[in-house]
């Protein structure tokens, strides 16, 4: 089962233009991590943010934690061409730890 | 420093038959997990290994199996195959458990079942 959703499915943005993903989740977490995905290869992690942090920062990438509202938020600053990517939340949950839980995915298009 | 690496790339085998996938995690890492993941959908938790246990498991049924060896090396397992079993299969390492760290990945073994 998928605990996390993200929103919008697909997003299509010109270089230069910010990107935002959200992702929204069923149960209480000790994290929620971002990953990246490259044309059904493996993921990449971006960032990780802990069940006490309200933001993070990493280069071009802002994160953002809303625990009341169950849900995070990815922003991609200055988009490139090499943004093109399927972007996904994971979340570790407070109980039953050990395992991720993916959302949905986001597919953004950065056209140069 | 090699990454988490897996064999084979890609695979094709035809209903019923068995399969087993490898991976090799990054230098360091203790701990192997696996995911499933359909087209357009994202990865879903088979299990996950540590010291050569099964630690957790996702919803997948007894078909799927698994193996971690000294080395921390792991195999994955899939009996009496079924066309939706056709997927990438992603392999994570991290080093102890989940709580707080990140999972390295590799670049998955894609099965088609025909």
């Known amino acids: 089962s998928q605990q996390g959703e993200e929103d919008p499915q697909a997003l299509s943005i010109q270089e230069g233009e910010n990107a935002t993903m959200n992702c929204s989740y069923k149960t209480s977490i000790n994290n929620l991590q971002w990953y990246r995905q490259n044309s059904g290869r493996g993921l990449v992690h971006l960032i990780l943010?802990?069940?006490?942090?309200r933001e993070k920062h990493s280069g071009r990438l802002r994160v953002t934690l809303d625990t009341s509202k169950k849900s995070s938020s990815l922003l991609i600053t200055a988009s490139r061409a090499a943004d093109t990517a399927s972007y996904f939340c994971?979340?570790?949950?407070?109980?039953?730890?050990?395992?991720?839980?993916f959302g949905t995915g986001t597919r953004l298009q950065v056209f140069p | 420093d090699a990454g988490v690496t897996q064999s084979p790339t890609h695979l094709i085998k035809t209903r019923g038959q068995q399969v087993t996938l490898r991976c090799s995690p990054k230098?360091?890492?203790?701990?192997v997990s696996w995911y499933q993941q359909a087209l357009g959908q994202g990865p879903q938790f088979i299990f996950q290994?540590?010291?050569?246990?099964?630690?957790q498991r996702g919803n997948f049924p007894d078909r799927f199996s698994g193996h971690q060896f000294p080395n921390y090396s792991s195999e994955l397992n899939v009996n009496a195959l079924l066309l939706g079993d056709s997927a990438l299969y992603l392999c994570?390492?991290?080093?102890?458990?989940?709580?707080?760290?990140?999972?390295?990945f590799g670049p998955g073994t894609r099965l088609t079942v025909t």
């Open positions: 994570a390492s991290s080093t102890g458990t989940f709580r707080g760290y990140e999972q390295y």
């Open positions: 290994y540590y010291e050569e246990e099964e630690r």
């Open positions: 994971a979340t570790e949950r407070s109980y039953n730890t050990d395992k991720l839980i």
């Open positions: 230098s360091g890492h203790d701990t």
């Open positions: 943010i802990r069940s006490n942090e």
